[in-house]
């Protein structure tokens, strides 16, 4: 794994709840979705938002079998607990009541 990778996945077994964005910087979606996950992140100071760029982080992507962008996993205590493909900004915000 590289720097970027293992800092990623230190935060993905340390936090309570994370909710990290899986994302390709030229992904149309993504950037769209990028400016709702920081209104979110500001809403729930609680969860912690953690954005992976595929391209930067392949091993991050391969570790957690990421197959479309954007993703986001929902972890609790080190556990992926809920896998959201396509994610919308109304779909985070339910997992994020769901597994708070």
């Not at 309570?16 to 920081?38: A, E, H, I, M």
């Not at 953690?50 to 391969?62: E, H, M, T």
């Amino acid at each position: 794994m590289g720097a970027n990778d293992a800092t990623h996945l230190s935060l993905v077994l340390t936090r309570t709840v994370l909710s990290p964005s899986v994302f390709v910087c030229r992904c149309g979606p993504c950037k769209r979705l990028k400016p709702q996950l920081v209104q979110l992140s500001e809403e729930h100071v609680d969860t912690v938002f953690v954005l992976v760029d595929v391209d930067a982080c392949k091993d991050v992507s391969r570790a957690n079998s990421i197959t479309c962008m954007p993703t986001v996993k929902a972890f609790r205590d080190g556990a992926c607990v809920e896998t959201l493909q396509g994610a919308t900004a109304a779909s985070i915000a339910q997992a994020i009541k769901k597994h708070a």
